[in-house]
Each structure stands twice: as structure tokens, then as C-alpha cells.
């Protein structure tokens, strides 16, 4: 299957600091990415939906100035989250959808996520 | 009313046996439907898309209920490494507007020796 390089996978920092996180499609143009929040034990929740040359789409109670989106080319989207606090401690992944003829049959891809950290 | 909503289980089955899984959808007007495997703190991946007829792959099968708005997998001969939890996915246009992808909170499954 098609594959998504997530990186750093693992992160810890002070709080108050903002972490950048990467997402790339390795062999695949990926036009729409999505960036999903794990804590342990519960579900996936969808943050946002990063659109290359435009703006993100985020979810209902997602802070848009708290973790910035940036979808730069179709191959790489970004997630930075600005001064990071414990509760941002999370599990984050991305995912990229694979092109297909039509949206209907398109599947996701998922990196291998990033766990953040934030003393 | 979830859009996608799954049993949470756990399950907790031993080696060998069959178990099955079920997952439902609000918005008829679906498109397409998968089921994803998530090891703990991994990434989920896919392990199968969901066709009309049913399908199988090994000692998995799935199916899709669109009159009943269901589908399900079923899992035979179940092995320690099956242990993982089981993530029902739906791609569509929901009542939140737009083309999306809905993943299902994810039923646990435990195979035991």
C-alpha cells in the first residue's frame, strides 16, 4: 500500500515551546491530508483537514492558532503546535488519501504517528 | 446519533475461535467502507475495503448491509496476533457537510492462549 512518512515519532519538550510535526506521501501526490489526536485508550479524533494551497479545515474546538497547518506541496503537510502545554500531551497522526478516480473508493494512509511529550 | 458507531467491546475470545464484529452507519448516501486494524500505539492500517457482494480475504471476511446500513467482520481461526482493535470506516457526504471520512471509535479485541 501507499505510504506516509510521519517524523519526529517522538517528541518531549519543555512547555512553552512549539514542536513541529511532518507528514509526507512517499509515493503518492496527496492533495488532502488530515491530522487526527489519540489519547490512550480512546479514539482517533480528526483535528483538521490540511488542503494543499489553502487554508486547513479544522474541527469544532480545535484551536486554529494553537496548531498551525501548513500543506505546502502535495506531497507534505505540517503540523506545528505553538507553545505547547502538558495537555497537549497526545499521540498525533497523520494521514494521506490515496488519489483515485473518484472520492468514494478513496482510502487512507497513515503515518506512523508522534508521540509529543510536554513537561 | 454517532455517524459510524461500533460496539467498544473488549472482546475477549480464545485461540481458534470465530468472532464477528459489527458497525453501523447513519447516512445512507455512503460511498465506500473499510475496516482498519490498530495495534496499541501504532498507526492504524488499512486491512480491508468493505465491496457490496462481500469479501474475503484468509480468515477474514467482510459484508455490507445497505438496507440495514451495517457491515461487519468476521474473523475465523483467530490468532494471538489478531489481538488488536478493529476500526470500521466510512467515506461519504455526512449532515457535518462535505466529502469526509468517519472512523468508527473501534471495537478491542482479545485472543488468549
Known amino acids: 500500500g501507499a505510504v506516509v512518512s510521519q517524523h519526529p515519532s517522538w517528541v518531549i519538550c519543555k512547555s512553552g515551546t512549539s514542536v513541529k510535526i511532518e507528514c509526507r506521501s512517499l509515493d503518492f501526490q496527496a492533495t488532502t491530508m488530515f491530522w487526527y489526536r489519540q489519547f490512550p485508550k480512546q479514539s482517533l479524533m480528526l483535528m483538521a483537514t490540511?488542503?494543499?494551497?489553502?487554508?486547513?479545515?479544522?474541527e469544532q474546538g480545535v484551536e486554529k492558532d494553537k496548531f498551525l497547518i501548513n500543506h505546502a506541496s502535495l506531497t507534505l503537510s505540517t503540523l506545528t503546535v505553538t507553545s505547547a502545554h502538558p495537555e497537549d500531551s497526545s499521540f498525533y497522526i497523520c494521514?494521506?488519501?490515496?488519489?483515485?478516480?473518484?472520492?468514494?473508493?478513496?482510502?487512507?494512509?497513515f503515518g506512523a504517528g508522534t508521540r509529543l511529550s510536554v513537561l | 446519533r454517532k455517524e459510524v458507531e461500533q460496539d467498544p467491546g473488549p472482546f475477549n475470545v480464545p485461540e481458534g475461535a470465530t468472532v464477528a464484529f459489527n458497525c453501523t452507519y447513519s447516512n445512507s448516501a455512503s460511498q465506500s467502507f473499510f475496516w482498519y486494524r490498530q495495534d496499541c500505539r501504532k498507526e492504524p492500517k488499512l486491512l480491508m475495503s468493505v465491496y457490496s457482494s462481500g469479501n474475503e480475504d484468509g480468515r477474514f471476511t467482510a459484508q455490507l448491509n445497505r438496507a440495514s446500513q451495517y457491515i461487519s467482520l468476521l474473523i475465523r481461526d483467530s490468532k494471538l496476533s489478531d489481538s488488536a482493535t478493529y476500526l470500521c470506516v466510512v467515506n461519504g457526504r455526512f449532515d457535518t457537510g462535505g466529502f469526509k471520512t468517519i472512523f468508527g471509535a473501534g471495537t478491542r479485541l482479545f485472543v488468549k492462549a
Open positions: 490540511s488542503n494543499e494551497g489553502s487554508k486547513a479545515t479544522y
Open positions: 494521514s494521506a488519501r490515496s488519489p483515485t478516480p473518484g472520492q468514494g473508493m478513496a482510502i487512507q494512509y
